[in-house]
């Protein structure tokens, strides 16, 4: 009760102050009008007034201020915070400037001769109007400039951080993201960075000064301004850095020496989240980073708009991204299927900021559980399935065939049939570049996989689609989480052969196109991603070490320990005798690759259900050679070699 009574009180000083507010809004502006349109008189008639026509400017005054005062409130001035005050609203101004200008013009013509005390002249309606709406814009303007100088006053008292050396930096891009870094750093008092210019590489840039900071030139001067300005750190603030531009700018900092950092990317730019907390040192994705994935919107929109949406394995890396990408297109539910209970607990407590109108579901469950999942589709009913649960550790699946084939064919199956009965709209499966001419046992389940796929597509209306891409920067269990724990360890770094090279995408971009991906099936299809230019395993390597601070072999040693079972030196997007048709997104192929009969798939399940039965590793290898003529797995070996060749690969 006493809760209640403190919010009810709470609730009428903030409508009080607001009232407040408001009134004197309200006062400041009839006061600048009254003063713009008399002071515009005085410069008409340089500050003598001749007799007789100061009955005028009392006849004229009240209806002019009323004409201006109202075309204000139209504008919506008046419902401005001041604070925030910037270009938007200088156009309401001036909207109502001419729309209040034109009015009192239109009424000096359009009077008749015995209404003349009623008729403003023209140079006085010029002068009253640049006046009364400059004045009122500039009040606003004045208003906020003091709002943040006590702002950055007070952060600087409460962080004590006023008496601290600033660091001088350089802002690497003069564009839209550098400006708003620089606002940023300069608005802030809890920041000990202090910006002695801009560097851009843009001539028209050159000696420009923007929001006060100057242009110092392109970044073939970053040594000599380096040395000058003393500078401490750069920061890369460009909004769309092409993975080249990047490693250009890192390797000219590398040479000076200079640390360099970056600011957050393109999407976080436009949604206006750059802040000096979210300044980083540049990682390697970046270096790996491409051009953002350009979208259907509205092909996305329709296929995931206002539909019940599930999402298996939702707690990994990939499925963790699917559920942050779909909210956006704001479906109506959205199931989280996931197994481990801590990981779907992550990622819902992530997505308590989701829109309300959207209902989350995180479902602790087993995708092969066939009669957990069956009461989840019986319960929600979901029209996209997108199935990212899955075993896709090379070396460990080598040592556990019968979990590799149990978990990557036998789920598929499962959820795939579940979503036929049901009928679902769509059913995607994530699937890899490694079932292309598989050498391992997660290859080559991931290709039995997307024969099961195929085969379900002719059985049930559901459209049934497969997407190929590679590795993904950052996952877990991937490379570079790897590297960088090894470093931290002090090294060494271990790469398996000088020569291996994998496709790398970052998360959102192989994300991004799963669910274009999924837009654009009509059923059956198998899809392959541009993975862009493959990379050497060993420069990876290099490359983080360097950005670490550290020198390779010097600091941090690297050891090449051999190619472990079931991997291969260079991944492949393509099989024989596939054709590889383009489609309307040109990061997107479908690859024509020929369907087994429903016989042979059924078949083939069977068997591979009776030999997981037994645990019969070395004739599940023989079966999947058998079944995949493209495949090579090799024997299987001694268990406790696998177990030993699997702890090298991870130490």
């Not at 008399?38 to 100061?54: C, E, H, K, Q, T």
């Not at 996931?338 to 995708?367: G, S, Y």
Request: glycine share 8%; charged share 25%; aromatic share 8%.
């Amino acid at each position: 009760m006493m809760a209640d009574s403190q919010q009810e009180i709470t609730g009428v000083r903030l409508w009080w102050t607001r009232l407040l507010s408001r009134r004197i809004q309200f006062v400041l502006d009839i006061t600048i009008l009254l003063i713009a349109f008399v002071l515009a008189y005085l410069l008409r008639f340089d500050f003598v007034i001749p007799p007789g026509w100061s009955r005028h400017i009392l006849i004229q005054l009240p209806y002019v201020m009323l004409l201006e005062f109202v075309a204000l409130n139209l504008a919506g001035a008046h419902s401005f915070v001041w604070r925030y005050v910037g270009i938007a609203e200088v156009k309401s101004f001036f909207i109502a400037a001419v729309a209040s200008f034109l009015l009192i013009a239109g009424l000096r013509f359009g009077l008749p001769e015995n209404f003349q005390q009623w008729r403003v002249p023209l140079s006085v309606s010029v002068t009253n109007t640049i006046l009364a709406f400059g004045g009122a814009l500039g009040l606003r303007v004045a208003r906020r400039a003091l709002y943040e100088r006590y702002e950055m006053r007070r952060r600087q008292k409460a962080l004590g951080t006023s008496t601290k050396k600033k660091r001088a930096v350089l802002l690497i891009g003069a564009g839209r993201a550098g400006v708003l870094a620089a606002k940023e750093i300069i608005g802030r008092g809890d920041t000990d960075l202090e910006v002695k210019g801009f560097v851009d590489d843009e001539p028209r840039k050159q000696k420009s000064v923007i929001h006060g900071i100057k242009v110092q030139g392109t970044t073939r001067d970053l040594p000599r301004l380096v040395r000058a300005l003393g500078i401490d750190h750069v920061v890369i603030t460009i909004a769309q850095a092409s993975r080249a531009d990047i490693r250009r700018i890192v390797e000219t900092c590398e040479q000076i020496p200079i640390k360099v950092r970056i600011i957050p990317g393109f999407y976080d730019i436009l949604q206006g989240r750059v802040e000096v907390s979210r300044i980083r040192d540049v990682q390697i994705e970046d270096l790996l980073g491409r051009e953002p994935v350009r979208l259907d919107e509205e092909a996305m929109k329709q296929f995931l708009n206002g539909k019940t949406v599930m999402v298996t394995g939702a707690g990994g890396s990939i499925g963790s991204e699917l559920v942050r990408q779909i909210v956006r297109f704001h479906p109506l539910r959205l199931l989280l299927v996931e197994r481990a209970e801590f990981a779907l607990f992550n990622i819902e407590r992530e997505m308590r900021d989701a829109p309300p109108e959207l209902t989350l579901v995180p479902l602790v469950a087993d995708a092969g559980d066939e009669s957990r999942m069956r009461s989840i589709f019986q319960t929600y009913n979901p029209q996209v399935v997108i199935h990212a649960a899955a075993h896709k550790h090379v070396p460990m699946m080598e040592l556990n065939t019968a979990e590799a084939v149990k978990n990557n064919v036998f789920v598929t199956q499962v959820l795939g049939e579940l979503a036929g009965e049901y009928r679902a709209e769509a059913f995607v499966l994530i699937s890899t570049d490694k079932a292309v001419r598989p050498s391992s046992v997660m290859g080559a389940s991931k290709r039995v996989a997307e024969l099961v796929v195929q085969d379900l597509n002719h059985r049930y209306p559901t459209r049934y689609v497969a997407v190929r891409f590679g590795n993904v920067i950052g996952s877990a269990g991937s490379v570079i989480p790897i590297f960088r724990e090894q470093i931290k360890r002090g090294g060494p770094v271990t790469v398996t052969h000088p020569d291996m090279m994998r496709y790398f995408m970052t998360i959102p971009e192989a994300v991004q196109l799963v669910l274009q991906a999924g837009t654009m099936g009509e059923g059956g299809e198998i899809f392959i991603l541009d993975m862009g230019e493959p990379v050497r395993i060993f420069d990876l390597a290099r490359d983080t070490i360097s950005l670490s601070g550290l020198k390779p072999f010097e600091d941090i040693d690297i050891v090449f320990t051999g190619v472990r079972p079931g991997e291969k030196l260079f991944e492949e997007l393509e099989t024989n005798g596939e054709a590889i048709t383009k489609t309307r997104h040109p990061k997107i192929f479908i690859g024509k690759i020929a369907h087994y009969s429903q016989d042979k798939v059924a078949f083939s399940l069977e068997r591979f259900r009776e030999l997981c039965r037994h645990e019969h590793e070395s004739d599940l290898r023989e079966f999947l050679n058998e079944l995949l003529p493209e495949a090579n797995i090799a024997a299987a070996r001694s268990p406790v070699v696998q177990a030993k060749n699997l702890v090298m690969s991870a130490s």
